[in-house]
């Protein structure tokens, strides 16, 4: 996302006009939903994806003329049988895209207060007033309340705002996607399973935080792709980290007591997510230590344990794949925004 921003703010700033191509609907068996994004160049060069294959490469040849024409559109690539024998399309569907014409600095600030908020891990949302095809008014919200760009219509912004992207098709339409969803994952042990963990997070669009107590593997070298390396007792997480409920909280540390210790300062929070690696036989005698501290039954339901869909991972790049397929599950299914 933070790539795909710059790559936008870039072109504006150095004068140079681009294309945002995004599926606002679709329906039916498509490669991509709702949110997809891709953006073409004057030199022809793409970034991103809305699904491949040869609504992709139709998308990229029509970017192309409009940017030569200066101007946007939007198409509705209908799929029934004829058209999937036609391009050439396993799926069937409809997808309904927009092609956004930029140019200028009228919308840089808009997408520079999202890359901050990128940066700084705050929910924002996009909100785009469609007309005739063309987008005529952009917006950034922090909330219905917190506005950055063109004036939204108020009483619509409710609809729009949702943890899912919003397409309320009109004479007047209005597109809202969440860019920038907030919450950390907080990877409680820098070890070999974190190591392949925290990148594979990343990539599929996590803010990664690990957290250790040993000064050694508390090394941001070890860890890239993590937006915090935190150096800290385990017994007092507290001390340099506030759970909220979008935070997702994945316990992989070097023992079961250090295991235990942040499990149980976890289930005091209200996060999103809590996920404990180890043995079912583990797993047990932890939820037994827990129970003896006063949670009950239901608080334990909250833990993901063992951490990970079961695929019998085992090695520790075979486990990252099964904890980072669970996290894209729960965020798909809860839409944390």
Known sequence: MLQRLQSVITALQEQQALMLVMILDSSGSTP?????????????????????????HAAIVHAGE???QRCSDTVI??????DVVNLGMIC????????QY????????LFLKLKEDAVENTGAWLVRRIENKTVTAMTVCGSATEVCGDE???????KLLSSRPVYLEGEISWYAEPVVKAGTVYVFGGGHVSREVVPLLARVGFSVAVYEDREIFAD?????????????DFNHIEEHVSLTEYDYVVIMTRGHQADFEVLSQALKAPCTYIGCIGSRKKITITKRRILDLGFDETDFERVHAPIGLPIRAETPEEIAVSVAAELILHRA???IA
């Open 92 to 99: 069937g569907g409809d997808v309904t895209v927009h092609f």
């Open 77 to 82: 690539y209908r799929l029934n049988t004829d």
């Open 152 to 158: 939204p219509d108020r009483e619509i912004l409710p």
């Open 333 to 335: 299914q809860n839409q």
């Open 220 to 232: 941001t070298a070890l860890f890239p792709d993590a937006c915090r390396v935190i150096l800290g």
């Open 66 to 68: 409009l940017l030569e």
């Open 32 to 56: 991509r939903g709702a949110g997809a994004l891709m953006l073409v160049f004057e030199d022809s060069h793409t970034e991103g994806t809305i699904g491949g294959g040869a609504v992709e």
């Open 102 to 109: 930029l140019e200028g600095e009228r919308y840089l600030p």
